[in-house]
C-alpha cells in the first residue's frame, strides 16, 4: 500500500512568490493534516481536514497560507506571497477512524527555502 | 498552556546500556500520549502509544498522571535505536499533535 505522498520534496523560491505543496494522503483516510517545522523549533500542527472539510485550522500562521481538500482526496497548501520566516519542512499526515489516539501516517515531507 | 518538553536535545549512550528519553507534557485534561520516531532518512512514524500499552522494538513508556510524564524506556539499546525521537499529545476530541523539541538519541558501538 502507498504511503502519503508530497510534492515537491524541495522547493525553493524567492520572497514574495507563491508556493502550492500537494499531499496525498493513504487511500480511504478522512482525516489529513499539515504540520511545519521551522529550523530549530518544534514541529507545530497547521490544520486539520475530515474529508473536505477544515475541522481545525487553528495552527495557520496568518492569511498568507490557503490550504485546500477538493473532494476530500489530495490537499494543497499555499503560501501566497512566501515570506523568509515560512521557510522550514512541512509534513502531512493522514489517519482513518475517529478516534484522537488513531496512528497519524507521515508523508516525507516538503523542504521549503524562501530566499 | 498545552507544552511538551523534552529537555535533553541529545542522548549518547554506548550499544547494550539502558537508555531513558525524558518526556514532560503540560494540559488541561486527559491527554493522548505518542512517541515518533525518526530514523535517517525516514520518515516519522509512530514508535508507541500510551493506549496501545505495547512494547515496540524493545522501548516502552509509561504514563505518570501525577509526574504529567511519558519517559520512553529501553533496557538495552541497539546501534539501530538511533534515531530522532519525538514525544506528543492530542486531545481526546482534538486531534492535532502537539509535539516536543525531540532527542536525538545516538547509541555508540
Known amino acids: 500500500e502507498a504511503g502519503v505522498t508530497q510534492f515537491p520534496s524541495h522547493s525553493v523560491i524567492e520572497k514574495g512568490q507563491t508556493v502550492t505543496l500537494r499531499c496525498d494522503p493513504i487511500?480511504?483516510?478522512?482525516?489529513l493534516y499539515w504540520y511545519r517545522r521551522v529550523m530549530g523549533k518544534e514541529i507545530k500542527f497547521l490544520l486539520h481536514?475530515?474529508?473536505?472539510?477544515?475541522?481545525?485550522e487553528s495552527g495557520m500562521p496568518n492569511n498568507r497560507f490557503l490550504a485546500e481538500r477538493t473532494g476530500g482526496t489530495y490537499s494543497t497548501l499555499k503560501v501566497q506571497p512566501a515570506e523568509l520566516e515560512d521557510s522550514g519542512v512541512y509534513f502531512c499526515?493522514?489517519?482513518?477512524?475517529?478516534?484522537?489516539?488513531?496512528?497519524?501516517?507521515f508523508g516525507p515531507g516538503t523542504r521549503l527555502t524562501v530566499l | 498552556a498545552q507544552r511538551v518538553t523534552q529537555p535533553e536535545k541529545l542522548l549518547s549512550v554506548f550499544k547494550g546500556a539502558p537508555v531513558e528519553l525524558k518526556c514532560n507534557y503540560s494540559?488541561?485534561?486527559?491527554?493522548?500520549l505518542f512517541w515518533y520516531v525518526q530514523y535517517s532518512r525516514q520518515r516519522l512514524q509512530l514508535l508507541l502509544r500510551?493506549?496501545?500499552?505495547?512494547s515496540i522494538k524493545g522501548f516502552t513508556a509509561d504514563l505518570n498522571k501525577g509526574e504529567t510524564s511519558f519517559h520512553l524506556k529501553k533496557p538495552f539499546a541497539q546501534e539501530e535505536d538511533s534515531a530522532m525521537y519525538y514525544c506528543?499529545?492530542?486531545?481526546?476530541?482534538?486531534?492535532?499533535?502537539?509535539w516536543g523539541a525531540g532527542t536525538k538519541l545516538i547509541i555508540k558501538p
Open positions: 506528543a499529545l492530542s486531545g481526546r476530541s482534538n486531534y492535532q499533535l502537539i
Open positions: 494540559y488541561s485534561g486527559s491527554p493522548e
Open positions: 487511500s480511504g483516510h478522512d482525516n
Open positions: 481536514f475530515v474529508k473536505e472539510s477544515k475541522q481545525d
Open positions: 499526515a493522514s489517519s482513518g477512524g475517529a478516534f484522537s489516539y488513531n496512528e497519524q501516517f
Open positions: 500510551h493506549i496501545s500499552r505495547e
